[in-house]
């Protein structure tokens, strides 16, 4: 059992590409997040996703897409990258059962933008 | 407005005991994690805790004070790999998680 898996690790990218960050799960949790984590802050949620076929906002949205047409996949796509967007970003699920939601996380993906 | 805080790093010796406080501040409230996250990895589950108390997990406990909006994590026996950073977050009211950025606890010989 794989847990969470990211794709890729690590990515150089020139600013103004476009990248779409892989994420998925063999847990069969319900619900799907993606953070970014910078030095000296807080994990914080760009978008989450509930179920599949739903997705929502979180505290930095702007700049990042997401869909989930499955279960087990939730990618994030940058559609024009920027300086800003160079960050460590992370993957996690939760089965979401209202018990305790724990999050399980990916093993991340450094992305560098340049 | 929601906010989590906790100190930025702590140093400790191996074998003592180490306690990493945490303040929290969230809209509505379902409860507080503890993660261990070691450098370049991933964060990992450590506890949950949403009712006052002491909850105990081998070496390590987790204590929660909703009146004070407080919580600890106590690290027992303190061993070299226990170096990492620990994360605390709380959950508010739409079962989103609200993270500090992390208390970095640093183990000498």
């Known amino acids: 059992i794989a847990g969470i898996t990211q794709a890729p690790t690590s990515q150089i990218l020139a600013a103004g590409r476009r990248m779409t960050l892989r994420c998925t799960q063999d847990?069969?949790?319900?619900?799907m997040y993606w953070y970014r984590q910078d030095l000296g802050l807080g994990l914080r949620l760009i978008h989450y996703s509930n179920t599949a076929g739903t997705t929502g906002k979180g505290e930095v949205p702007d700049g990042y897409s997401v869909s989930r047409a499955n279960t087990d996949d939730f990618p994030l796509t940058l559609a024009s990258a920027v300086p800003s967007q160079t960050s460590v970003y992370f993957c996690?699920?939760?089965?979401?059962?209202?018990?305790?939601?724990?999050?399980?996380f990916g093993p991340g993906t450094r992305l560098t933008v340049l | 407005g929601q906010n989590i805080d906790q100190p930025t790093e702590m140093t400790a010796t191996e074998g003592a005991i180490v306690q990493i406080n945490c303040t929290y501040q969230?809209?509505?409230?379902?409860?507080l994690f503890w993660y261990q996250q070691h450098a370049g990895e991933a964060p990992t589950f450590l506890s949950y805790?949403?009712l006052d108390g002491l909850e105990e997990k081998g070496r390590f406990s987790s204590f929660l004070s909703r009146s004070k909006g407080y919580s600890y994590l106590l690290l027992k026996e303190l061993q070299m790999k226990d170096s990492a950073s620990y994360l605390c977050?709380?959950?508010?009211?739409?079962?989103?998680?609200?993270w500090g950025a992390g208390t970095k606890l640093i183990i000498k010989p």
């Open positions: 805790n949403v």
């Open positions: 977050a709380g959950m508010d009211s739409n079962y989103q998680l609200i």
């Open positions: 847990m069969r949790h319900n619900a």
């Open positions: 996690a699920s939760s089965d979401s059962t209202g018990v305790t939601d724990t999050q399980y």
């Open positions: 969230t809209s509505g409230f379902n409860g």
